[in-house]
């Protein structure tokens, strides 16, 4: 389900099962010549609506803008960057509104620069957002003091499950570490990348584009293919079918 398509009762209903409410986190960012500027996005949101077919999830509206740098281009190459700072405050904010709406099962889901599943500028935007938000949550619901109460005498036990406070929000990369390896590769652009966003959007794709392309990073992708998009979705569709709960 989309939420911008959702009726109050519906929202009402998922809210109080705790079914998954995931924000797709993305960039527009150059992608050479061959794939468009929302590739990160789409393919969020590809695998994403592929794995509400089979699956209950609330998918909420992308956020399209993010931290993406100029490490690959610069502004004149549509790259649009947004601070580290000030992505982390819009992702607080909008957390904020959840939270205190009630919602206790929320999954951000980026995708860019997470090679080997590692923490880059806007990974780490969206987790310290998450632990703001959840921290003065806790706080303000439960008093100071709130952890080291006799009434959470049972967190150890608790980590990870519905009833730990820290699992309320959580942050996965559209594929993890292992799911890189098990897709065969990850990379920017190239025949990675290229190929998953044509398993996912492939009419925003055209590989008679990629003879302009003159970047390193972009030379693989005339290896693209649809069926290796293909099996890569489904790498990733194990990934966060282990992950989403």
């Not at 000030?86 to 904010?93: M, P």
């Not at 972009?218 to 992950?243: C, F, N, P, T």
Request: charged fraction near 25%; hydrophobic fraction near 35%.
């Amino acid at each position: 389900m989309e939420l911008i398509n959702m009726y109050f009762d519906q929202i009402e209903d998922a809210r109080e099962r705790r079914v998954p409410f995931i924000i797709p986190i993305g960039t527009i960012e150059y992608h050479a010549y061959h794939t468009s500027l929302g590739t990160d996005t789409m393919v969020v949101t590809g695998c994403l609506r592929e794995l509400a077919k089979e699956k209950e999830i609330v998918i909420m509206p992308p956020i399209w803008y993010g931290v993406a740098s100029y490490a690959v281009g610069g502004p004149e190459t549509g790259t649009i960057q947004i601070d580290e700072d000030a992505h982390t405050q819009y992702l607080y904010a909008l957390l904020k509104s959840l939270m205190w709406g009630g919602w206790k099962n929320i999954y951000l889901i980026p995708h860019h620069q997470t090679e080997e599943g590692g923490l880059m500028p806007m990974t780490i935007s969206c987790h310290k957002a998450a632990k703001k938000v959840t921290m003065e949550y806790m706080e303000e619901t439960k008093g100071k003091g709130w952890w080291g109460s006799n009434d959470y005498q049972d967190y150890y036990a608790n980590l990870g499950s519905g009833d730990d406070p820290f699992s309320y929000i959580k942050v996965i990369p559209l594929i993890s570490k292992e799911a890189q390896h098990k897709c065969g590769g990850f990379d920017h652009a190239g025949k990675w990348e290229t190929s998953l966003m044509l398993g996912t959007y492939p009419e925003n794709v055209d590989l008679s584009r990629c003879a302009k392309n003159r970047e390193w990073f972009a030379q693989s992708a005339a290896e693209a293919s649809e069926e290796l998009g293909k099996h890569m979705v489904e790498q990733v569709l194990i990934w966060l079918r282990e992950a989403i709960n």
